[in-house]
């Protein structure tokens, strides 16, 4: 754990035009120092930036780096340019401290023992890091800077008020030994330099005001200046550490706030707070769609010949999903190897196979170098050149030495050299991973040198048990899928999972990336149930702006076991031993060495500790219940109107809740200007409803010929972001069905019984034998969503009147209250000049269409099956020219004598438009009910 430090009053003042003199304390440890025992510092670094205070001890220009001996307290910037201000950062590095038995440590704190540095991967006292892996872990990062001091200074501009201080004083005092009458009176030089300390200030005034000219340049405004900016645009809180950042923020505020929400806007913020180029594409959405019936899915892009694809990624091609392949993944294990022909040492070594349980190949290379300086080479072989993920392990013992590893006679970046690979007791290393690193076709070469030795260490031998390559990278362009149901070297395929129920069975939902989003379970059964479940991608066939892919999870029981079965959309964790020869899906949760891992992407063989691209550390572990970080990450996010703002300003139309209402801006709201609380409205708000959001979950089954009818309950539980439960519901057993567009004509004729209190439907209504009828053409349905697919006479006359799905709702003839249509629209007609909607009192060459647009009357007439003529008349448009997008759900209600039409606005029925009402018998004795799709 850092100690802090200070270096007491630091300064940055004007000695000279564009010149600034540093000065400091020699830094002190601070009495308020968090961490146990005292200590010094080994090194200090001035940095100086021309944006601001320096935020780490490597941002900016490095002006003094000495060791802690070097005793220097001032430093003299002669590199300012005039006119700017330098920011200063002052840093010493600071080593861990030792450990302390009897301090408490928690999750991230480092010390040092033995010689090694740790860190706290979970609170402890008293857990020597040596012997306490699930404490501790070897840390491998550089010493830690702490920085003491800052200081900031205006680099003098000279703009000759010396010289002209000079001139302005009266030539007879300018005269030491010359009379006034001389032509050229030599330089005062006392004077000169008098003159010179009164203009040198009358500069760094004028310098100072001259700043002002830049109040609005973020590139040039001090950086106090800057962050007060920030806070009058409301910015303040998203400013990034780094100063050359902040200004970019502050600079691109507008433009990011135009593109607020865009793929654009994304990159560009990205750029802005981080610094790094981004590739930002509009991916899935987990919010239910339509009728909140099944997950959104992502759009995945269409494979294209000219693009270049990292492996991982999702493309489309002639309708099949497939995933970039990763490289093969190769396992050297020491076991399986004969001691390599092309492997070299230095002199006086050499190279034996020995075993030992501990290692997880069972034996390793062991070099029996003597001495520091001796290296040995194990040499190996791919088959491509291109990058690759490469890592190694070793035999840790008491007289082992300190390593450094070098590729193909080049040294390996990002690693602490040397490794220490001395310890108390035989044990395997923990996987070193060097990095992805590049390789040639054919050999390459790791050599492994014997640097040195721990002080306690007796010896200098150096170990491989295995080491692991996988190749990663870009996929050249041009490789295509196969546009088929099947995988190539370049692209796998992406199907729908099966399997086998048991008792539990966790299932990876693609669309998500997580395992256990969709979760099925058998619960007290008598006999389990044989059943098979598979999570079903599916779109739409045909529309020209179809719904989209999106995924449910099917569950299709048989066998003759009986029980109770659950369908649960997030279940509870289930993490299993990793297995070299298990094919991962992306998302599975596996459990290594006794810690979690989530596969990043499909992964085979790949070691987790060793595969940091393929595999991720994670909290989540096996558990009876839903574990709140899945509730966060997986879970589907409800709508909710945002709570009132006093301190926010609103749009005009901007919808917000206060007090249990909801109100919709009708003007510009200033800050504080409060809806009234009440059902009223007032000059800023007007009054929408109640704060009250209704959301439509929906399931339905299906039966096989002779089943029982069963229920179907649903269990509905609400989580807050934290992933605490907040309520449930459950529904009730109750006879009402909501029927699902079976229109198979093979659909099977049920001869099994109802459920209790439900009567078996009768012909041409809710069920069986067929429950939907077609006319003038076919439709067809998958996953409860229908679709039309053709004509049964392809005449004008046909297109006119229009194709129907339909079924006879005779049982509400007596209802004065009338029957209520719900319908959603989901997608457009192949052709977009065709009118679509919900179809009602059908029947005898009659029927009324409520379409997207407004409410109409057809009338035709048929011969030998074929339309002969039609007359369609316009019973009235919808108010304000309303049209019904896809996504929106509209209600007809229709009683004997009237009709009125309604856009469902999800706040109950109460609050729903009313867009038409029409009093009106047209028909009024026929039932058929449904929805069609016609030509203008």
Not at 181 to 209: C, I, Q
Not at 508 to 518: A, K, M, R, V, Y
Not at 700 to 714: E, I, L
Not at 765 to 772: A, E, F, H, L
Request: net charge negative.
């Amino acid at each position: 754990m850092p100690v802090e430090f200070s270096a007491g009053t630091m300064a940055a003042e004007q000695w000279d035009y564009g010149v600034l003199h540093v000065t400091w304390s020699t830094p002190q440890q601070a009495a308020t120092a968090p961490a146990p025992g005292a200590k010094g510092w080994t090194q200090l670094r001035l940095i100086r930036s021309s944006y601001g205070i320096p935020a780490d001890e490597s941002d900016g220009l490095v002006l003094v780096d000495e060791a802690a001996t070097g005793g220097t307290t001032a430093h003299i910037d002669t590199r300012c340019t005039p006119g700017r201000y330098y920011y200063y950062a002052l840093y010493v590095a600071t080593p861990n401290d030792p450990y302390q038995a009897a301090y408490t440590y928690t999750q991230g704190d480092l010390a040092s023992y033995a010689g090694l540095d740790y860190q706290a991967i979970q609170p402890s006292t008293g857990q020597a890091p040596d012997v306490s892996p699930l404490y501790w872990t070897r840390s491998y990062a550089t010493t830690p800077w702490v920085r003491v001091g800052g200081a900031v200074g205006l680099a003098p501009q000279e703009w000759g008020n010396s010289g002209r201080m000079y001139d302005l004083v009266p030539r007879p005092y300018r005269v030491q030994d010359t009379e006034t009458t001389a032509t050229d009176v030599p330089v005062n030089s006392a004077l000169e330099k008098f003159m010179a300390v009164l203009g040198f200030y009358l500069d760094v005034m004028r310098t100072e005001n001259r700043r002002l000219l830049w109040l609005n340049d973020t590139e040039h405004m001090s950086d106090a200046q800057l962050q007060r900016r920030a806070a009058d645009i409301g910015i303040a809180r998203d400013l990034p550490a780094l100063p050359h950042l902040r200004r970019r923020y502050v600079a691109r505020a507008a433009e990011l706030a135009d593109s607020r929400g865009s793929a654009s806007g994304v990159a560009e913020l990205v750029n802005s707070l981080t610094g790094w180029t981004a590739d930002v594409s509009i991916g899935y959405n987990r919010m239910l769609d339509v009728d909140q019936a099944q997950f959104q899915s992502p759009v995945y892009p269409v494979w294209d010949k000219d693009t270049p694809y990292l492996v991982g990624d999702y493309v489309t091609s002639n309708g099949f999903l497939y995933q970039a392949a990763s490289g093969p993944s190769t396992r050297y294990y020491a076991t399986n190897l004969t001691i390599p022909s092309g492997s070299a040492v230095s002199p006086g070594g050499s190279v034996i196979k020995q075993s030992f349980a501990v290692l997880s190949g069972g034996s390793h290379y062991l070099m029996t170098s003597s001495a520091q300086g001796q290296w040995m080479e194990l040499t190996f072989s791919v088959a491509t050149s291109g990058v690759y993920d490469i890592s190694f392990a070793s035999l840790m013992a008491t007289d082992y030495a300190t390593v450094t590893v070098t590729l193909n006679g080049s040294g390996i970046p990002g690693v602490s050299w040397p490794l220490d690979f001395y310890s108390k007791t035989l044990q395997e290393s923990p996987a070193v991973y060097l990095g992805q690193l590049p390789l040639f076709s054919g050999n390459n070469v790791l050599r492994f040198t014997a640097t040195g030795k721990n002080p306690v260490s007796g010896g200098y031998k150096m170990s491989a048990d295995y080491w692991v390559i996988s190749q990663v990278g870009v996929l050249t362009a041009g490789h295509a899928p196969t546009g088929s149901a099947t995988s190539n070297s370049f692209w796998t395929y992406i199907a729908p999972g099966a399997v086998t129920l048991g008792a539990t069975s966790p299932e990876w939902n693609p669309l998500t990336g997580g395992q256990s989003t969709w979760y099925t379970a058998a619960v007290s059964p008598v006999t389990a149930p044989q059943s098979s479940q598979s999570i079903a991608l599916a779109g739409a066939a045909v529309g020209r702006q179809g719904e989209g892919l999106r995924n449910a999870l099917r569950v299709t029981t048989g066998g003759t076991g009986t029980g109770d079965l659950t369908l649960q959309s997030l279940g509870p964790p289930v993490a299993t031993a990793w297995n070299a020869t298990t094919a991962y899906p992306q998302g599975t949760l596996v459990t290594y060495a006794g810690q979690s891992y989530r596969a990043l992407v499909p992964t085979t063989a790949d070691q987790p500790d060793t595969a940091p691209t393929r595999w991720a550390r994670t909290q989540l572990t096996t558990s009876t219940s839903p574990d709140p970080q899945m509730v966060q990450h997986y879970g589907i996010p409800l709508p909710s109107t945002p709570p009132w703002s006093g301190s926010a300003p609103y749009a005009v139309g901007a919808v917000t809740a206060w007090r249990g209402h909801q109100y919709e801006a009708t003007l510009t709201v200033p800050a504080g200007q409060a809806p009234t609380g009440y059902a009223t409205d007032n000059l800023w708000w007007a009054w929408t409803g109640r704060d009250v959001t209704n959301l439509t979950f929906s399931m339905w089954q299906y039966r096989s010929a002779t089943a029982t009818g069963q229920y179907v309950r649903a269990f509905i539980e609400w989580f807050n972001e934290f992933g605490v439960l907040l309520a449930s519901s459950v529904t009730t057993d109750t006879p009402a069905f909501l029927d699902r567009f079976e229109v198979d004509q093979t659909y099977p004729r049920s001869t099994g019984s109802a459920p209790p209190g439900t009567a078996v439907a009768a012909f041409q209504q809710t069920g069986v034998p067929i429950p939907w009828n077609t006319s003038i053409g076919d439709w067809t349905a998958v996953d409860a969503i229908a679709r039309p697919t053709s004509w049964y006479d392809d005449s004008a006359a046909s297109r006119k009147v229009g194709r129907m799905l339909w079924f006879n709702r005779s049982w509400v003839a007596t209802l004065t209250t009338g029957d209520e249509i719900y319908a959603t629209f989901i997608s457009g007609p192949a052709d977009a000049t065709y009118e679509q909607g919900v179809v009602f009192r059908f029947g005898g060459g009659t029927y009324l269409l409520a379409s997207r647009t407004r409410l109409t009357k057809c009338v035709y007439t048929t011969s030998g099956g074929a339309v002969t003529g039609s007359t369609i008349t316009a019973l009235g448009t919808y108010t304000g020219g309303f049209t019904f997008t896809n996504g929106m759900r509209i209600r007809v209600v229709v009683t004997p004598t009237s009709i009125s039409v309604y856009n469902v606005t999800g706040k109950g029925p109460a609050l729903d438009t009313l867009l038409l009402t029409v009093a009106n018998t047209d028909n009024a004795t026929q039932y058929g009910v449904g929805v069609l799709e016609r030509s203008p």
